[in-house]
């Protein structure tokens, strides 16, 4: 029996799409890293068979830590941005961002284009600045975040507590359960407050 003429279409879309895949591998593509297929991939291309089992089980956990905060993380940035952008436009960067978080910001970014050979922290200057720095965002423009924040020591206290435990990560220590469970804690209570 003949197949009708629009699974036959599809079909060749998708198998010129492989044969695409397979000839940009073949000429050496440079696969970004959410591009990658497994954790398994990941581990592969790290070799992390040739390091101390313990360490690699420990660091694992932290970084399961870790990925909780970068997501929220990501998350709040593109919070304060969206309210920054309600509220000013076009001109939120200059009109909703200290002078001082700006230019650290921008040094940031310009010192990371010199290594061209290296991948960027973002699209945006929000992306350059410091988790420290969005409690100080979010104050200098209270007015615009006071109806889902409801109060600057709050946030300050949760952002304080993560960047810690996330300094921690970052400099190969290990968290105790206790302050794993804060993190969760405060992100959770972030969340359900302000919803992102």
């Known amino acids: 029996m003949k197949r009708p003429l629009v699974d036959s279409a599809i079909y060749e879309f998708v198998f010129r799409g492989q044969l695409t895949e397979v000839a ?3 000429a050496g593509r440079v696969r970004r890293f959410q591009d990658l ?3 398994d991939e990941i581990a592969a291309a790290l070799s992390l068979e040739l390091l101390d089992a313990e360490e690699v089980t420990a660091s694992r956990g932290m970084a399961v830590v870790y990925t909780a905060i970068a997501a929220f993380e ?3 940035r593109r919070y304060v941005k969206r309210v920054l952008v309600d509220a000013y ?3 939120w960067w200059e009109k909703g961002v200290s002078q001082n978080i700006r230019r650290f910001a921008e040094a940031r970014r310009e010192d990371e284009e010199k290594t ?3 991948g960027v922290r973002g699209e945006d200057l929000l992306s350059y600045t410091e988790l420290g720095h969005l409690p100080q965002i979010i104050q200098q423009n209270w007015q615009q975040f006071e109806p889902m924040v409801r109060r600057i ?3 300050t206290a949760i952002f304080g507590t993560l960047e810690r435990s996330r300094n921690v990560i970052m400099h190969s220590g290990v968290l105790a359960m206790p302050d794993v469970e804060r993190v969760g804690m405060n992100m959770r209570d972030w969340i359900k407050q302000v919803g992102v």
């Open 24 to 26: 940009l591998d073949a």
């Open 37 to 39: 297929d497994s954790v």
């Open 74 to 76: 990501m998350s709040v």
């Open 89 to 91: 436009g076009e001109d």
């Open 116 to 118: 061209r050979w290296h």
């Open 153 to 155: 020591d709050w946030a």
